[in-house]
């Protein structure tokens, strides 16, 4: 079985010409489906970061493969990553329909390490001597 990379989301019509010794040919047209829209939402605190897969599948079951920009990944639906260190990180996910077609959207995340410190007021004494 050959795997066909489309440019273009949604449905696609595909001719499938069989053709035998006697040179008679029998046309089909299957629909070949791939994901329509692939997308993700991404909300942080500091370093720690959940991932909200927002893709819409149409008729096939969908599998999933994200890239955190830092040599990890993981296949979870929606999955949460702790990064070691605040950067710009590129961040993929791929979709993978039940026939091998792909579909994959990346974005970049700037994450800044949260540094929250105590704030303590001291209310001034105003005193005469």
């Known amino acids: ?4 990379l489309y440019l273009s989301k949604g449905f696609i019509n595909i001719a499938v010409i ?16 791939i994901p329509a829209i692939i997308n993700f939402d991404a909300s942080s605190e500091g370093l720690s970061v959940s991932f ?16 955190f920009g830092d040599g990890a ?13 605040e950067g710009k990180y590129r961040v993929s996910l791929m979709a993978i329909d ?8 990346s974005k970049s995340i700037t994450l800044i390490e949260s ?15």
């Open 1 to 4: 079985m050959s795997k066909v």
């Open 18 to 33: 069989i053709c035998c010794v006697m040179n008679t040919g029998l046309a089909s047209s299957p629909t070949d489906t």
């Open 52 to 67: 909200a897969n927002k893709s819409k599948q149409q008729s096939s079951k969908l599998t999933y493969r994200w890239q």
């Open 73 to 85: 990944s993981s296949t979870l639906q929606n999955p949460s990553h702790i990064y070691a260190v």
């Open 98 to 105: 039940e026939q091998g077609n792909t579909e994959v959207v």
């Open 115 to 129: 540094t929250l410190q105590e704030l303590v007021i001291v209310q001034g004494a105003h005193g005469t001597n």
